[in-house]
């Protein structure tokens, strides 16, 4: 007669046991930001990747993206108001993380340009630049041939266009883009 009381408490112990055996291993995840340091601010996601700050980029937010874009640059182009013109300009650090200044951009703006970057590609915001005389609006965007980057070597093609203050629209554009080579 002990029997028959002990098997149900028993049935129900190692139910509830095994319950939460369940649950407990169900609920134990593992955590992938454990071992993951995502630089310069850089969030660890669920998955183990990160989301990286403005400004930053790699699998653990380790490079600074306007880097790519620094340097000296030879620039060849042939506007649509314009004869080919192969001349060198410049890309410095801006005020910003994500901000670049271009200077002797078209070989012709005394005052640096300032564009910004995300990723492999640079924007140009409009802008009022004086060139001599006549004060000159420029826009414009571009991106970075990943294959053609290696060390300190690397591509542009930028679209952009110049706008004088009588209206004339100089288009450095899909059909003559402006290659720049370092």
């Not at 403005?54 to 649509?80: A, L, M, N, P």
């Not at 314009?82 to 200077?103: F, K, M, P, Q, T």
Request: net charge negative; hydrophobic share 30%.
């Amino acid at each position: 007669m002990r029997i028959k009381k002990i098997k149900p408490f028993l049935l129900s112990s190692f139910s509830v046991l095994a319950l939460c055996s369940v649950i407990y291993l169900s609920s134990c995840k593992e955590d992938n930001c454990k071992a993951l340091v995502c630089a310069y601010d850089g969030i660890c996601n669920d998955d183990g990747s990160c989301t990286c700050a403005i400004g930053y980029e790699g699998e653990r937010c380790e490079t600074v993206t306007r880097d790519k874009f620094k340097g000296v640059w030879t620039v060849t182009e042939d506007g649509s108001n314009s004869n080919l013109l192969v001349y060198a300009a410049s890309i410095e650090d801006g005020n910003s993380i994500d901000e670049v200044l271009i200077r002797n951009f078209n070989n012709e703006f005394n005052s640096a340009v300032t564009a910004n970057v995300k990723g492999d590609t640079i924007y140009i915001p409009n802008q009022s630049l004086q060139v001599g005389e006549e004060t000159k609006t420029i826009e414009g965007k571009g991106y970075a041939v990943r294959e053609a980057f290696y060390d300190r070597h690397g591509k542009l093609i930028l679209n952009y266009k110049v706008t004088s203050a009588d209206g004339t629209v100089n288009n450095y554009g899909t059909e003559n883009p402006s290659i720049w080579t370092k």
